[in-house]
């Protein structure tokens, strides 16, 4: 459900997260809040300085400004509903993130369109090393 279509008031997207896959990259929205229900398999969720697990069934909530990032853990792939509310206009970002992981576009062009999409890169060493460590 596109931003445009509630008046945006909010975006939803339903997401599959291959086994061991990240889903996003460390990042925050400045106007958005973000709301995570895993669907199905676990997911590792960076929140701000911490690293959560979590399994189908959990609600994850993420206030704007706070740097997050998720990804499916080692051995299983996961489904998940992300909703953002107020909404912006993100299919676009979807999109080329999937081009993205599946090699079919660098990441550095999705960085040129952080206002756009109210997603903001930030580095978070310690995501990155226990991602690389799987």
């Not at 809040?33 to 960076?46: H, P």
């Amino acid at each position: 459900m596109t931003a445009g279509q509630t008046a945006g008031v909010l975006g939803a997207n339903r997401l599959a997260v291959g086994p061991g896959r990240d889903g996003a990259e460390p990042h925050y929205h400045a106007l958005s809040t973000e709301i995570f229900y895993v669907l199905d398999g676990t997911l590792e969720f960076l929140l701000g300085d911490r690293i959560e697990t979590v399994a189908a069934g959990a609600l994850v909530v993420v206030r704007p400004r706070l740097p997050h990032a998720f990804g499916a853990a080692a051995g299983t792939g996961a489904e998940l509903l992300a909703v953002l509310t107020p909404g912006v206009e993100r299919f676009g970002y979807f999109r080329r993130l999937a081009r993205v992981q599946h090699g079919l576009e660098p990441f550095g062009g999705l960085r040129a369109e952080q206002d756009r999409y109210d997603v903001h890169f930030v580095d978070a060493g310690h995501w990155s090393s226990l991602r690389a460590a799987r």
